[in-house]
Structure formats: C-alpha cells, structure tokens
C-alpha cells in the first residue's frame, strides 16, 4: 500500500477518528500551549548560535550504543499528533519502527537482580545526515531536548550533557498533566497500560489502541 493510501485508511479509521476529533481537540486546547518544553528549547537554541551545534557529529545520542530514549504515553501522543499533523505517519515509518522493535528486541523486559535495564537501539527517526533529527523540537521528547554539546563542532564522544536538573523541574509538572490527560484519555475510551517505554514501541502501542 501506498504511503498515501496508508494515511488515509488510517485517518478514515473509525477507530482513529474517534481518538482524533476528542484528544487531538484536548492536545490543541490546553497541553501543547503550555511552557514544558520552553527552557529545554530556548537552551538548545542558544547553544545553537554560540556554535554548539551537533552539525558536525555522526548522531552518538541518536543511534546505538547510546541511545536508550524512553517516552511517557502524553510524550508519545504529543509526538504521534506531530507526525499525523505533517503527515509523517506513514507505512515506511511503521515498518521501520516494527524493524526497529524486532532488530533491538525493545519489546522484551531485561532484569536482573529485581532491576530492570534499558535497552539501546538507533532511533527510526534518526536520519543519518547533518541534520539528524527530522523532529520539531515543540514535540520531541524532554530526554532529546535536554541533551546537548557542551562545545562547539562536536565530533567525538563524551563532548555532550544532559540538563537533568531542568527535567527534574518539568518532571511535576508533566506529571500533572499527564495525569489529567490520562483521565481524558480514559473517558474517551482509551487507556495506556505503561508509565515508559522505548519511542517505538510507545508509538506501536499508540497505533494498536487506535487501529
Ligand atoms: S547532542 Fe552530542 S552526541 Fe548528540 S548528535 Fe548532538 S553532538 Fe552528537
Ligand atoms: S527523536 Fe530525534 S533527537 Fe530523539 S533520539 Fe530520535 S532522532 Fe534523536
């Protein structure tokens, strides 16, 4: 099928239109106005104009053994609203996110000693090119937002940070929200059975809800 053909079917989906009109309606309204990801953003951007910018690097955060990134369902929905909205939801980026699932087995639990370990794998969304990531930053994860270079052209490992102590002070608030939407969710006939998982398989299990 088509990659247009795929979208459409999707978005006339009885399943799909009744998640879209209630939730994508809730996420325009209230969610994706609020200032969560404001410092996040404008700390990304100005290291962006003091050189500090990941132009030069082959996407360590991005691709594996690095990258670990987990998502909460309000992240997921916000992202997926992101991807439907550009039309970006497509048959190609399924298959790649199943791929990515199968290849890294992210659907399977790790543990050890009562602990339980995250898996890494290379983003679906990760392009491969200077420009790495096709994402708006107004809907990208907090975890990728808050991990920048510490110096300007970085082209080797250990050159970047994470701002964990601005994701410790968004952590109540999306807490909140996510809480309130979870609730809106729940009314409307949805529920999400995780706190965090891999962005593939958050986003899978999003689709699964609605298709
Ligand atoms: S944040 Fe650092 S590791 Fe990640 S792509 Fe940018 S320069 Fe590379
Ligand atoms: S969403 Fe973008 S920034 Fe985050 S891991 Fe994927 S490619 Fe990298």
């Not at 809730?26 to 132009?55: A, Q």
Request: aromatic share 10%.
């Amino acid at each position: 099928m088509s990659s247009d053909n795929y979208l459409k079917n999707m978005k006339n989906n009885e399943g799909f239109t009744r998640f879209k009109s209630p939730i994508f309606k809730y996420l325009e309204d209230g969610i994706l106005k609020d200032s969560r990801r404001i410092e996040l953003v404008s700390l990304m951007k100005e290291g962006e104009t003091n050189g500090k910018n990941c132009f030069s690097c082959q996407g360590f955060c991005c691709t594996r053994p690095h990258n670990s990134m987990q998502v909460t369902p309000l992240e997921a929905c916000e992202l997926f609203y992101y991807l439907i909205k550009n039309d970006l939801w497509t048959q190609e980026l399924v298959t790649k996110l199943e791929a990515s699932v199968a290849e890294n087995r992210l659907d399977k639990e790790i543990s050890f000693g009562g602990r339980s370990f995250r898996r890494t794998y290379t983003c679906p969304f990760f392009l491969h090119q200077s420009l790495g990531c096709p994402i708006d930053p107004e809907y990208k994860p907090y975890g990728c937002l808050a991990f920048n270079p510490d110096e300007p052209s970085v082209t080797t490992e250990g050159k970047c940070s994470s701002r964990v102590d601005i994701l410790e002070d968004i952590a109540p608030k999306h807490d909140q929200i996510e809480e309130d939407f979870k609730k809106h969710l729940k009314s409307q006939g949805f529920e999400f059975s995780f706190q965090k998982l891999p962005l593939p398989v958050a986003l899978l299990e999003l689709a699964s809800l609605l298709l």
